[in-house]
């Protein structure tokens, strides 16, 4: 339950990272990229997060007013909403792209990283496999993370079972803790991927990016990833109150740290402005402005169309060496 969407600081601004697909903030317009400038006109520039949270957990029956800068249109707009209870599908999206001279490139889009995603992928990829699918795009642009144990699992489904695909490290050496696949895993660990990621790429999304990258399992196109891969300790306070201590770090399988750094892509692609909001507009669905619209009719994919020839490139360099 809330407004749907997830944020983070960026030097004194508060920006959007995500919109959950179905939530009063996706429905109402927002995008990733707009900054949050003011909750029911108190600006946001110097608020805490304990304040951002406070006045961010309205009661359902509560209207808040959010003022959103949008730097690609230099709009200021506000926003009135109301907090929501609303499923996310967290896999959408499943479809065959056009084929090109006969192959079948799949495509799949993980919003966030929730407890049945791994199965909901599964059952997917069953119906592309039944389709002939010959490879896979596996889209984790705007995805803001999710839960440790499904991006595992996740990455399970790709590379053989019992395959380490990210560990934590601290200066405790009892911080040190390593997160293997399933014994069952892996029935797709053949099938050719890229995995498309941007700048709101985060958290769980960067495990997988990074297991998949590092064990040679995908390819990655587009744009470094937010870089967000902590393990933080809650220390009681006197007071009641309590402490937020980052004592260790996520790393990838080829002991890269996702901290702050990312995980930078194989193929670099980079979306300009209308572009990236273009993306944004098409996973939201909905109804559009007249001027979305243009948007979204005139301004290619770049990313997903690297992806799609690179894909297509290694199957025919397969069925040639064959």
């Given at each position: 339950g809330g407004f749907g969407f997830t944020i983070s600081r960026r030097d004194q601004e508060i920006v959007i990272i995500s919109t959950m697909e179905g939530s009063p903030s996706a429905r109402a317009g927002i995008l990733p990229g707009d900054q949050l400038i003011a909750i029911d006109d108190r600006p946001t520039a110097g608020m805490s997060v304990e304040e951002l949270n406070r006045r961010l957990q309205a009661r359902p029956d509560q209207q808040v007013t959010l003022t959103i800068y949008r730097a690609t249109t230099k709009e200021t707009k506000t926003f009135p909403l109301h907090r929501e209870l609303f499923k996310v599908a967290s896999v959408v999206d499943c479809k065959i792209l056009d084929q090109n001279e006969g192959i079948k490139i799949g495509y799949v889009r993980i919003t966030e990283f929730t407890e049945p995603t791994a199965q909901e992928l599964a059952d997917r990829l069953g119906v592309l496999e039944a389709q002939g699918m010959q490879a896979l795009i596996l889209d984790l642009r705007f995805n803001p993370g999710g839960l440790l144990t499904s991006a595992v699992d996740v990455s399970g489904l790709f590379v053989p079972p019992r395959t380490m695909v990210a560990y934590t490290e601290g200066r405790d050496p009892a911080q040190r803790n390593e997160y293997?696949?399933?014994?069952?895993?892996?029935?797709?660990?053949?099938?050719?991927?890229?995995?498309?990621?941007?700048?709101?790429?985060?958290?769980?999304?960067?495990?997988?990016?990074?297991?998949?990258?590092?064990?040679?399992?995908?390819?990655?196109?587009?744009?470094?990833?937010?870089?967000?891969?902590?393990?933080?300790?809650?220390?009681?306070?006197?007071?009641?109150?309590?402490?937020?201590?980052?004592?260790?770090?996520?790393?990838?399988?080829?002991?890269?740290?996702?901290?702050?750094?990312?995980?930078?892509?194989?193929?670099?692609?980079?979306?300009?402005?209308?572009?990236?909001?273009?993306?944004?507009?098409?996973?939201?669905?909905?109804?559009?402005?007249?001027e979305e619209q243009q948007l979204v009719a005139k301004a290619q994919d770049a990313q997903l169309n690297r992806a799609a020839d690179a894909l297509h490139g290694l199957i025919i360099y397969r069925e040639e060496v064959k």
């Open positions: 293997f696949t399933d014994i069952k895993s892996g029935h797709w660990q053949s099938v050719p991927i890229a995995v498309l990621t941007n700048g709101s790429s985060a958290s769980a999304a960067e495990i997988v990016t990074g297991a998949l990258k590092d064990l040679k399992r995908a390819v990655v196109v587009g744009e470094t990833t937010f870089g967000k891969g902590v393990v933080q300790s809650q220390i009681p306070l006197p007071d009641g109150s309590a402490m937020l201590l980052t004592t260790a770090k996520y790393y990838t399988p080829g002991r890269q740290v996702i901290q702050e750094k990312g995980i930078t892509p194989d193929i670099k692609v980079s979306l300009d402005e209308d572009q990236e909001r273009a993306v944004a507009l098409r996973q939201r669905g909905g109804s559009f402005t007249p």
